[in-house]
């Protein structure tokens, strides 16, 4: 079984910094991916940013300059940090996973459960 655990999010001011984190847990036997995804009340899920292992970051337009991803490979971790927030950002963040478990030959795809993030004054 695979978990993904989330933190991080919160309540900011528009202008302001928050750190997200996700951790991957379970027999794993290689991930080839991690990302961040949100959704927006009303809106689809959108690809905020994803790392692929060994690999240069992906960043959706809107966050561009303003959100860094990056990885822990040894502890199986993703982090966004998020500054110049604007209320535009408020979503629910949902860590991603591209991997492969122990004892199957199968490239898979889980979720998080999902952090708030809101920002607001």
């Known amino acids: 079984q695979v978990q993904l655990g989330e933190s991080g999010g919160g309540l900011v001011q528009p202008g302001g910094s928050l750190r997200l984190s996700c951790a991957a847990s379970g027999s794993i036997f290689n991930i080839y991916v991690m990302g961040w995804y949100r959704q927006a009340p009303g809106k689809q899920r959108e690809l905020v940013a994803r790392?692929?292992?060994?690999?240069?970051?992906d960043y959706a337009d809107s966050v561009k300059g303003r959100f860094t991803i990056s990885r822990d490979y040894a502890k199986k971790k993703v982090y966004l940090e998020m500054n110049s927030l604007k209320p535009e950002d408020t979503a629910v963040y949902f860590c991603n996973a591209d991997l492969q478990t122990r004892g199957s030959y199968r490239r898979q795809n889980y979720w998080g459960q999902g952090t708030q993030v809101t920002v607001s004054s």
């Open positions: 790392l692929t292992t060994g690999g240069s970051p």
